[in-house]
T-cell receptor
Framework: EPEVTQTPSHQVTQMGQEVILRCVPISNHLYFYWYRQILGQKVEFLVSFYNNEISEKSEIFDDQFSVERPDGSNFTLKIRSTKLEDSAMYFCASRGGSGGEETQYFGPGTRLLVL | GNSVTQMEGPVTLSEEAFLTINCTYT??????LFWYVQYPGEGLQLLLK?????DKGSNKGFEATYRKETTSFHLEKGSVQVSDSAVYFCALRRLTGGGNKLTFGTGTQLKVEL
């Protein structure tokens, strides 16, 4: 069964450093998402991406964040200068979009720890 | 704006007990409703969904009915197993300008004991 994959599973970084979180969505999907979950809190939407551009972003997704689909398979989230409060589990998701398919399929997540 | 409220956990049950996890929502229009499950150390998996009022989603013995009159989507299972121990998230999706983002509740941890 096709699945969304994410790398790395864990990342530790120093405050102020740049990190790139990688995702490989399901191959024929058209819509891509990033969510995050700070420990003990709810899963929050960050950004959605379609047709090589951002379709919606939340207040959290400020200028420190960017997303890119550099090739036909990867979807990345970059945090330019990490802050302590960026420590969270980051989930990538994808959705087919064809025929009205609306279910989002999630990856296993990347746990980011900023020290 | 849209929001989802879930009962707080953890919920601790004995095996074969009946499970209810309450979920209510606030949204304009007609959202689609979802339950996702997160097993320890894993990502979010879709458990079931309902896209319109009075629809019942079901999977693996779990059920939830979309009740527009009470704006609820409570998750139920008649007989839980130890393997059902996980965190359960209620979520809604309302068609927006193009993103179709999910809005999640805080999650309810379920612990099932022998």
């Amino acid at each position: 069964e096709p699945e969304v994959t994410q790398t790395p599973s864990h990342q530790v970084t120093q405050m102020g450093q740049e990190v790139i979180l990688r995702c490989v969505p399901i191959s024929n999907h058209l819509y891509f998402y990033w969510y995050r979950q700070i420990l003990g809190q709810k899963v929050e939407f960050l950004v959605s991406f379609y047709n090589n551009e951002i379709s919606e972003k939340s207040e959290i997704f400020d200028d420190q964040f960017s997303v890119e689909r550099p090739d036909g398979s990867n979807f990345t989230l970059k945090i330019r200068s990490t802050k302590l409060e960026d420590s969270a589990m980051y989930f990538c998701a994808s959705r087919g979009g064809s025929g009205g398919e609306e279910t989002q399929y999630f990856g296993p997540g990347t746990r980011l720890l900023v020290l | 704006g849209n929001s989802v409220t879930q009962m707080e956990g953890p919920v601790t049950l004995s095996e074969e007990a009946f499970l209810t996890i309450n979920c209510t929502y606030t949204a304009t229009g007609y959202p689609s409703l979802f339950w996702y499950v997160q097993y320890p150390g894993e990502g979010l998996q879709l458990l079931l969904k309902a896209t319109k009022a009075d629809d019942k989603g079901s999977n693996k013995g779990f059920e939830a009915t979309y009740r527009k009159e009470t704006t609820s989507f409570h998750l139920e299972k008649g007989s839980v197993q130890v393997s059902d121990s996980a965190v359960y998230f209620c979520a809604l999706r309302r068609l927006t300008g193009g993103g179709n983002k999910l809005t999640f509740g805080t999650g309810t941890q379920l612990k099932v004991e022998l």
